[in-house]
């Protein structure tokens, strides 16, 4: 359990009052993010949230949430417990990301982005087609579906 992850899903991290930000920056045209729309906060413990760290070079930490960076490698502190979700989990992620759906959509994986070590969006496609983006994280050695948005 050493692996960062994005709160990108609303599940995790609720709460955290730059959640929609962390999660909305990556959706943004670049010109936007450039406007300093969904822009990082200035620090979460400034307003009693928490950090979440990912491996900025390898010897520094950096908030997905925040601007602050520090040294070591916080990202490898264990996930805490309740974060992790319920269930046995999956092998792979296009197999979590499709637990979700019913039967009778007939879901398929399209493909999977991979965004970390250990977060990937699994593009799955229905019958009819109604394209989304399911986001899934390891914990382990096992996939969980995290969430998911409209392509
Ligand atoms: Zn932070």
Redesign the pocket.
């Known amino acids: 359990m050493n692996d960062a992850w994005i709160a990108a899903d609303g599940r995790l991290d609720r709460g955290h009052p730059?959640r929609w930000r962390t999660w909305l920056r990556p959706r943004l045209p670049k010109w936007l993010v450039e406007l300093g729309v969904a822009r990082?906060?200035r620090?979460?413990?400034a307003v009693n949230?928490?950090?979440?760290w990912y491996n900025r070079d390898d010897a520094n930490s950096a908030?997905?949430?925040?601007?602050?960076v520090e040294p070591g490698r916080h990202w490898e502190v264990p996930v805490d417990t309740e974060l992790v979700p319920s269930g046995a989990g999956f092998v792979t992620p296009g197999e979590a990301a499709l637990e979700s759906f019913p039967k009778a959509a007939h879901a398929r994986v399209l493909w999977v982005e991979s965004v970390e070590d250990a977060f990937v969006l699994v593009h799955v496609d229905t019958d009819p087609s109604h394209p989304m983006r399911v986001f899934c994280r390891r914990f382990g050695d096992r996939w969980y579906e995290m969430g998911d948005s409209v392509e």
Request: proline share 0%; aromatic share 18%; glycine share 6%.
């Open positions: 730059y990082k906060g620090d979460c413990e949230a928490w950090h979440r908030c997905y949430h925040c601007q602050i």
